[in-house]
């Protein structure tokens, strides 16, 4: 059983940045965030291998950069030029198969999540 804790949430104003950090309690092949706002379906955001491979959602323009630091099992989202409809509970997820993909159902270890909320 993996453990995953998020941190870094927060209110911030739009055009703001906040950098979400994911702390793992071993190591594990994929590691991944996704958000959920108020009354819509969760969506994956980002997905970082631990050889190093990187995908981001297109429609994130370049504003969230995914990363990761393997001696310390930790992942990372660095968020900036944030909108008000980024506004979301933030999750960090986490599997150990040998493909990272952007559903959901593929991961097996989640985090509780953190509070995003951005004002205009």
């Known amino acids: 059983q993996v453990q995953l804790v998020e941190s870094g949430g927060g209110s911030v104003q739009a055009g703001g940045a906040l950098r979400l950090s994911c702390a793992a309690s071993?190591?594990?092949?994929?590691m991944g965030w996704f958000r959920q706002g108020a009354g819509t379906k969760r969506e994956w955001l980002s997905y970082v291998t631990s050889t190093g491979t990187t995908r981001h959602v297109g429609f994130l323009e370049g504003r969230f950069t995914a990363s990761r630091e393997n001696a310390e099992n930790t992942l990372y989202l660095q968020m900036d030029s944030l909108k008000p409809e980024d506004t979301a509970m933030y999750y960090c997820?986490?599997?150990?198969?040998?493909?990272?993909?952007?559903?959901?159902?593929?991961?097996?270890?989640w985090g509780q999540g953190t509070q995003v909320t951005v004002s205009s």
């Open positions: 071993a190591s594990t092949y994929c």
């Open positions: 997820a986490a599997d150990d198969g040998s493909m990272c993909s952007a559903s959901s159902d593929q991961y097996t270890y």
